[in-house]
T-cell receptor, first 109, second 114 residues
Framework: QKEVEQNSGPLSVPEGAIASLNCTYS??????FFWYRQYSGKSPELIMF????GDKEDGRFTAQLNKASQYVSLLIRDSQPSDSATYLC?????????FGKGTRLSVIA | EAQVTQNPRYLITVTGKKLTVTCSQN?????MSWYRQDPGLGLRQIYY???????DKGDVPEGYKVSRKEKRNFPLILESPSPNQTSLYFC?????????????FGDGTRLSIL
């Protein structure tokens, strides 16, 4: 069973701080990883994807991938209350996308 | 506007009454997929389709059927709905199987089976 594991949270951070969201995966064949943000009752929306070891930055978001450790993370700098949502990690190799259960982030003003 | 459209958005129905949730995309995507989302269980894939007339089971296919007769449409059929199929359903599409293209999600369909 290919699995993607996330801490369900909630993860609470003060406004302006760095939020760090983590994800591990079991399938060593996984090649691409995605971070989706989902507001309550809404559909997931893609924030970042990464497929190479190392860091990938896009604005306030940085995705990090370590294939040797089977670990993916998402850093959100200068967290804002509008970042409060559930963040879904997903990975795929030659199989359909597998989602983690999500981490709920709460940014406190 | 590029989008994935699901209908209905909300439905309350009774056990055993067949229902269909439609999904349509206007992006000429080859790959389409259905998920259900339940509290504590996350997003679980029901069925997916890599192209017209090609469908395959996901992680939780029991009690569901799909068809892909046209590229743009991928309906989800519940032949005899039961209360354990009460859930939030999402249809998604992407350009093709594989690669790093993102999936585009519909707005969701909230089904309640009494």
């Amino acid at each position: 069973q290919k699995e993607v594991e996330q801490n369900s949270g909630p993860l609470s951070v003060p406004e302006g701080a760095i939020a760090s969201l983590n994800c591990t995966y079991s399938d060593r064949g996984s090649q691409s990883f995605f971070w989706y943000r989902q507001y309550s009752g809404k559909s997931p929306e893609l924030i970042m994807f990464i497929y190479s070891n190392g860091d990938k930055e896009d604005g306030r978001f940085t995705a990090q991938l370590n294939k040797a450790s089977q670990y993916v993370s998402l850093l959100i700098r200068d967290s804002q209350p509008s970042d409060s949502a559930t963040y879904l990690c997903a990975g795929r190799g030659n199989t359909p996308l597998v989602f983690g259960k999500g981490t709920r982030l709460s940014v406190i003003a | 506007e590029a989008q994935v459209t699901q209908n209905p958005r909300y439905l309350i129905t009774v056990t055993g009454k067949k229902l269909t949730v439609t999904c349509s995309q206007n992006m000429n995507h080859e790959y389409m997929s259905w998920y259900r989302q339940d509290p504590g269980l996350g997003l679980r894939q029901i069925y997916y389709s890599m192209n017209v007339e090609v469908t395959d089971k996901g992680d939780v296919p029991e009690g569901y059927k799909v068809s892909r007769k046209e590229k743009r449409n991928f309906p989800l059929i519940l032949e005899s709905p039961s209360p354990n199929q009460t859930s939030l359903y999402f249809c998604a599409s992407k350009l093709r199987w594989g690669g790093s293209q993102p999936q585009h999600f519909g707005d969701g369909t909230r089904l309640s089976i009494l």
